[in-house]
């Protein structure tokens, strides 16, 4: 379920805990997804919360019925109205038959016509909505992925050490170990103990030394963007101690367990710094588009300014309040967004004349092209989402 590879360890191999049975969503994997563009509605994208306590309220089937019961009621036309049945039955056959109530969350995406058929098993939930259109709704995988960044997790005592990637608020582990064998204390006493005393915490710095040539293989493989050591204050001091500038650089905390404790402590520990660190960021993140904006210096705010930076290519991060929608038109002919601030629709794409399309929600439109081109997202929760919805609604910082 998630990464293989050859080092010279031996075989790499990432599992989770088989009770969660979720999978890892990477860029790489959606990128398929996102570039599924149709000239006429035909994809149909459902999500759905799949908590044990979600699922007792409501059953999921019930609950999919109705989603499927009200998009269906909005179409009229024949031909596309057979589309979307095609691919809601094709969902409906799954909930009923080969639903597994793994992970938190579910993602479902059905196109019949062009073979797409993707289902996800998230470890985060989410809200249950379901989209049609001629594009994939990728916006709720988007806000998991910019919540949840790729740590790598060391764990490890004098002997042992283990390592993990926590990533969409969950945990696997590295199917590797690293394992020094090394003698007990002696009970001598008097100079003879001191020398063996002394040659064990050689022993000992070599371990550390050996996780930290480990760990460094695996963060370049990897490429984690944060890293937290478990372990006793005094081990995973020495540990940093022993790591490469590179990752003391990326060092986001530490904690204090045993080498043996299970995926969910891990998880537990890793998800308190993790949220820490998010809630500051945001906070510096939307602090740094107001100012930058009021100085004129590489930065947007507001929904039209916004936009014209997406169509530039310009945006380097979008700054984006969680659950923000908003309607608009996007440019079938450059691919060009507008916002609706007024009501009326433009005669035309403002960039380039051509005709625009219908967005019910342009946001989500943003989110898709910042990515493609190669920009980031930031989505906003708490004190900082009121500062951004006030002052924006949205922002960006700008490359140039």
Not at 19 to 26: A, P, S
Not at 30 to 41: A, E, I, K, M, R
Not at 156 to 174: C, M
Not at 289 to 305: E, H, Q, R, W, Y
């Amino acid at each position: 379920m998630g990464t293989d590879w050859q080092g010279q360890e031996g075989l790499f191999t990432l599992f989770g805990d088989d009770e969660r049975g979720y999978d890892f969503i990477t860029p790489e994997a959606l990128q398929g997804l996102q570039d599924v563009h149709l000239s006429t509605p035909g994809v149909l994208s459902l999500y759905v919360d799949i908590t044990p306590q979600r699922l007792a309220e409501v059953p999921l089937q019930k609950r999919v019925e109705a989603l499927i019961g009200a998009e269906e009621d909005k179409l009229v036309e024949k031909a596309e109205l057979a589309r979307f049945r095609s691919a809601a039955r094709r969902i409906m056959e799954h909930v009923q038959f080969q639903f597994r109530p793994s992970g938190r969350g579910l993602a479902i995406f059905s196109a019949p016509e062009q073979g797409l058929w993707r289902v996800y098993h998230l470890p985060a939930p989410v809200d249950d909505c379901l989209e049609w259109g001629d594009h994939v709704y990728l916006r709720p995988l988007l806000m998991l992925m910019d919540e949840y960044e790729r740590y790598g997790v060391v764990l490890l005592d004098r002997e042992k050490a283990r390592f993990f990637l926590y990533y969409l608020g969950e945990v696997a582990e590295y199917g590797i170990a690293e394992h020094d064998v090394t003698p007990p204390k002696t009970r001598d006493q008097g100079p003879g103990q001191l020398s063996h005393l002394r040659w064990l915490e050689e022993q000992y710095a070599h371990h550390f030394r050996n996780v930290a040539a480990v760990t460094t293989r695996l963060y370049e493989h990897e490429r984690w963007e944060r890293l937290v050591i478990g372990g006793t204050a005094d081990n995973a001091e020495h540990f940093r101690e022993a790591l490469p500038k590179a990752l003391q650089d990326i060092l986001a905390g530490m904690f204090n367990a045993p080498v043996t404790v299970d995926f969910n402590r891990v998880r537990d520990e890793v998800f308190a710094i993790e949220r820490k660190i998010e809630e500051q960021a945001e906070a510096e993140r939307v602090e740094a588009v107001i100012t930058k904006t009021f100085k004129g210096s590489n930065a947007v705010l507001g929904l039209a300014d916004t936009m014209w930076a997406v169509q530039q290519g310009r945006v380097y991060i979008l700054v984006v309040p969680e659950g923000f929608k908003h309607k608009g038109w996007r440019c079938e002919q450059c691919g060009g967004l507008v916002a609706d601030l007024t009501n009326q629709r433009p005669p035309a794409c403002p960039y380039c004349e051509g005709p625009l399309v219908a967005e019910e929600d342009i946001i989500d439109v943003a989110m898709q092209q910042v990515l493609d081109q190669g920009g980031h997202l930031e989505v906003v929760r708490g004190p900082a989402q009121s500062r951004i919805l006030e002052e924006g609604p949205i922002g960006a910082i700008l490359r140039y």
